[in-house]
């Protein structure tokens, strides 16, 4: 008798903010941290910035864990994520406005680069039938993480 959880894409404090194998969301806290730190205003992305991604806050992920381990149920799996996805152009804008505020980011797309996967995004409806949703507001968790990220980048 087991319970899977599977998540959507994580973000949260101790993230991986590795230039080269990073996932997609912590490099652009450090890409647009960069451009902060040296008064520039282009962010270069890969593809062309129309892929959707859902995330989910690692507080999310930890509580639903909490919430599972409590609950009879009878399904084995279990999809866990927001159940809402948004383009990576939404993201970088986002994330922009809450690191570099008062700063127009002007993006570009380096569409020799691949766009990766048209759209990840979970069916989240038997986790919502349970009575679990996630509830950090991504603005706090972005606030959370990039907070994060200063600390270890210094």
């Given at each position: 008798?087991?319970?899977?959880?599977?998540?959507?894409?994580?973000?949260?404090?101790?993230?991986?903010?590795?230039?080269?194998?990073?996932?997609?969301?912590?490099?652009?806290?450090?890409?647009?941290?960069?451009?902060?730190?040296?008064?520039?205003?282009?962010?270069?992305?890969?593809?062309?910035?129309?892929?959707?991604?859902?995330?989910?806050?690692?507080?999310?992920?930890?509580?639903?864990?909490?919430?599972?381990?409590?609950?009879?149920i009878k399904e084995s799996l279990i999809n866990i994520g927001t159940g809402k996805d948004y383009t990576i152009k939404q993201y970088a804008k986002l994330?922009?406005?809450?690191?570099?505020?008062?700063?127009?980011?002007?993006?570009?797309?380096?569409?020799?680069?691949?766009?990766?996967?048209?759209?990840?995004?979970?069916?989240?409806?038997?986790?919502?039938?349970?009575?679990?949703?996630?509830?950090?507001?991504?603005?706090?968790?972005?606030?959370?993480?990039?907070?994060?990220?200063?600390?270890?980048?210094?």
């Open positions: 008798n087991y319970k899977c959880l599977m998540p959507t894409n994580t973000f949260g404090p101790n993230d991986n903010y590795d230039s080269l194998n990073s996932h997609f969301f912590p490099s652009l806290i450090k890409k647009i941290h960069i451009l902060k730190k040296n008064n520039k205003n282009v962010l270069t992305l890969w593809g062309d910035g129309s892929p959707k991604r859902e995330l989910i806050f690692v507080d999310d992920l930890a509580e639903a864990c909490i919430f599972f381990m409590n609950k009879k994330l922009s406005r809450i690191i570099y505020p008062g700063r127009k980011i002007k993006i570009k797309f380096d569409k020799t680069k691949p766009n990766g996967t048209p759209r990840k995004v979970l069916n989240i409806n038997l986790a919502k039938k349970y009575g679990w949703v996630a509830k950090t507001d991504i603005k706090k968790a972005i606030e959370i993480t990039y907070k994060d990220y200063l600390i270890k980048s210094t």
